[in-house]
């Protein structure tokens, strides 16, 4: 059976920023008959649930990546390495379980794929990967935003 990462998120775990998750019956479907490596790269590099809203600034994951960018709270804190530590650890989980695709929470700065918001915490969105999409990416992992959130 194929493997999939997802964003833990997107199957029912309450790990978003608020607290909250993300289930959703068109996310379902597109996983049926895969199997599942859940993960959130938030809570894996240390951060708390719920926890402050972050947004990528400076440039999107890749930016993070390269050191160029940085993660930031809307208070303020950076929590970069939050993030890169996350996004590494998610690599490890997908290589684990055998996954050549992942599925992840759409204009997250962890997960986000092709769109992201963009550092102001008003809403906007600009093109960029989050910072997990990024790595995975960058190692041969195919990534999609979820469909149906």
């Not at 400076?58 to 939050?82: I, K, N, P, Q, W």
């Not at 695709?101 to 550092?119: I, K």
Request: hydrophobic residues 40%.
């Amino acid at each position: 059976m194929e493997a999939i990462l997802v964003s833990a998120c997107l199957r029912g775990v309450p790990c978003r920023f608020d607290g909250r998750h993300k289930v959703s019956a068109e996310f379902e479907e597109a996983v049926a008959g895969r199997e599942v490596v859940s993960f959130c790269p938030e809570v894996a590099g240390g951060l708390a649930t719920p926890r402050r809203p972050a947004e990528l600034v400076g440039g999107d994951g890749h930016d993070v990546l390269d050191g160029t960018a940085r993660v930031v709270a809307d208070t303020g804190h950076d929590v970069t390495e939050a993030f890169v530590t996350g996004a590494r650890r998610a690599l490890a989980a997908a290589r684990q379980g055998g996954c050549t695709e992942a599925l992840l929470m759409p204009r997250s700065p962890s997960c986000g794929q092709g769109v992201v918001y963009d550092g102001s915490f008003t809403g906007e969105l600009v093109p960029g990967d989050g910072v997990t999409t990024a790595l995975l990416e960058r190692n041969g992992i195919a990534v999609r935003p979820a469909p149906g959130v």
